[in-house]
């Protein structure tokens, strides 16, 4: 069992940025992926970054702007997020599956507010 605590989410301005941070009750070493999702209200859970060996995936909606980080050896998972957009309030979850075939482990999200 994995437990991923979130933290960092806030209100910002628009233009602003924010990190925030997920660390993970054990080791996430080896794991296949980890990732952040995020959630507006009335739309569908949606990833904005999602690590797999070999490679980190961000959508077109963020590319450029969002930079996810992984520590292995401090079992944290990290996203910077620059020149937020009021598009991008949301809850924002971590997410990781051990292997291609686990299932899910989420966290229990942070508030990313963008307003002025």
């Known amino acids: 069992q994995v437990q991923l605590v979130e933290s960092g989410g806030g209100l910002v301005q628009p233009g602003g940025s924010l990190r925030l941070s997920c660390t993970a009750s054990?080791?996430?070493?080896?794991?296949?992926?980890m990732a952040w999702y995020r959630q507006s209200p009335g739309k569908e859970r949606e990833v904005v970054a999602r690590?797999?060996?070999?490679?980190?995936y961000y959508p077109d909606s963020v590319k450029g702007r969002f930079s996810m980080s992984r520590d292995n050896a401090n079992n944290t998972i990290d996203l910077q997020m620059n020149s937020l957009k009021s598009e991008d309030t949301a809850v924002y979850y971590c997410?990781?599956?051990?292997?291609?075939?686990?299932?899910?482990?989420w966290g229990q999200g942070t508030q990313v507010t963008v307003s002025s």
């Open positions: 997410n990781t599956r051990p292997s291609p075939w686990a299932s899910d482990y």
């Open positions: 054990g080791s996430i070493d080896g794991f296949y992926s």
């Open positions: 690590n797999t060996p070999g490679s980190t």
